[in-house]
């Protein structure tokens, strides 16, 4: 018979009850998750379900008894969709998609719902950065990062649409990692703009996220490098879209790289300076929202947020060949850049992940989208890596590769997060 430490049972009890253990304890202070009245019941219930799948299996699967963090915008069965926003649950609640579905085959326990801003484009959160309560964690996906860096879970699922992934990973100093775009599949998510969302995730390291792409990241291909990867660095506006001190922190960190023998190359990049400031891409999203939410709109408009409600409102005003217009512009980008890449012998592109620390609450500012936005619109994969800290509040580097190439920004960033 084996041990108590060796059975399966037992084992996940104590990962159920030292979970809850952690929550009693931090979630009052830091509000990671959306409040569930019966959380103690459900992961009771959902261990059960996981030992009865499993009991069969002479090898548990690979996050067996891991509790993981969703982002309340996608699907998850026996837990309401609420998505920040006031609307009706039962509106909004649908069938769970194929992450979360792979998720539960891979033995996790499903930790909660996790707080994001109304339908991940604005609005109040009561989430609070594990770092210093005082300032926020990020948005929208504020409470998966939050809730790994609280040491909640050490896994959490958000959605990126300009920020949302990247964001909240350098503000609350873990890792964070949005795929290419349409490289992880999102159906059961709730989407904010469908020519942008992308499921992204949040470990504590790099070495946990690269456990994490493999699993969930489908038809994940580890690559291995023997050599220090070229970092690209762009010219232009791109470069002064941050503090100062977040400039002088990010120049040492490249001083530093080129001492350990990195080479740097500085690339005149192929967008329009005025259109990394985001205003297009704002109308963009906007257009899509509009589209996207027409028939909850028609309902219940009064429900919204202003925020959201005004967005909604400015979208539909958007005619549709100017959204046509961006969606071709999204291709052509994504196709330059890789060219460039080629042509300047650039492996990845580098910044910081935010252009300051983050914000405090009463600033109400959830961060900027100037550093990570037009990587997301052209859809290349992205990654913050926690590497700095300004005041005692984290900053993150931000690595950016190549259109579909995700696991090759994992294998270079590999080499720059041990250097760092």
């Not at 009706?88 to 719902?113: F, N, Q």
């Not at 040491?151 to 649409?161: I, K, N, S």
């Not at 190359?265 to 300076?273: F, I, Q, S, T």
């Amino acid at each position: 018979m084996p041990s108590n430490e060796e059975n399966p049972d037992i084992i996940l009890q104590q990962a159920v009850k030292l979970y809850l253990q952690r929550v009693r304890q931090l979630e009052p202070q830091i509000h990671a998750f959306v409040p569930e009245e019966h959380l103690e019941g459900r992961l009771a219930f959902e261990a059960e379900r996981l030992l009865a799948s499993s009991a069969a299996m002479a090898d548990k699967p690979a996050l067996w008894g891991i509790p993981v963090a969703i982002k309340d915008l996608l699907h998850v069965e026996g837990l309401p969709t609420r998505a920040g926003s006031a609307l009706p649950p039962e509106v909004l609640t649908d069938k769970e998609g194929s992450l979360v579905r792979r998720l539960r085959d891979l033995g996790v326990l499903i930790a909660g719902k996790t707080v994001t801003e109304e339908f991940a484009y604005n609005g109040p959160i009561a989430t609070r950065n594990p770092h210093n309560t005082e300032h926020t964690p990020g948005g929208s996906s504020a409470g998966s990062a939050a809730a790994v860096a609280a040491g909640l879970c050490p896994l959490a699922v958000g959605t990126q649409t300009l920020r949302s992934v990247i964001a909240p990973a350098s503000f609350c100093g873990v890792t964070g990692f949005k795929p290419s775009y349409g490289r992880v599949p999102l159906d059961g998510v709730i989407l904010l703009s469908p020519s942008f969302d992308t499921i992204g995730l949040f470990t504590q390291d790099l070495p946990s996220m690269e456990v994490a792409a493999a699993h969930l990241v489908p038809d994940w291909t580890p690559r291995r490098v023997d050599r220090k990867p070229v970092l690209g660095i762009p010219r232009g506006v791109y470069v002064e879209l941050m503090s100062p001190e977040v400039k002088a922190a990010f120049t040492a960190q490249i001083e530093h790289l080129e001492q350990l023998g990195y080479q740097v190359r500085y690339a005149d990049m192929p967008w329009e300076d005025e259109f990394i400031y985001g205003d297009s891409m704002l109308r963009f999203i906007e257009g899509e929202m509009a589209c996207g939410h027409a028939s909850w709109f028609e309902h219940y408009a009064e429900l919204y947020g202003p925020p959201v409600r005004e967005a909604i409102l400015r979208g539909k005003a958007i005619p549709k060949d100017e959204l046509g217009g961006y969606r071709r512009k999204q291709w052509v980008l994504r196709e330059e850049l890789k060219s460039l890449m080629v042509k300047e012998g650039i492996d990845i592109w580098v910044s910081p992940a935010q252009g300051g620390t983050a914000p405090k609450v009463a600033d109400n500012n959830t961060g900027w989208s100037g550093m990570p936005a037009i990587w997301g619109f052209a859809g290349c994969p992205t990654l913050s890596l926690p590497s700095a800290s300004l005041e005692g509040l984290p900053l993150g580097f931000q690595c950016i590769g190549s259109f579909g190439e995700d696991e090759w920004l994992l294998a270079w960033a590999r080499e720059v997060a041990r250097d760092l």
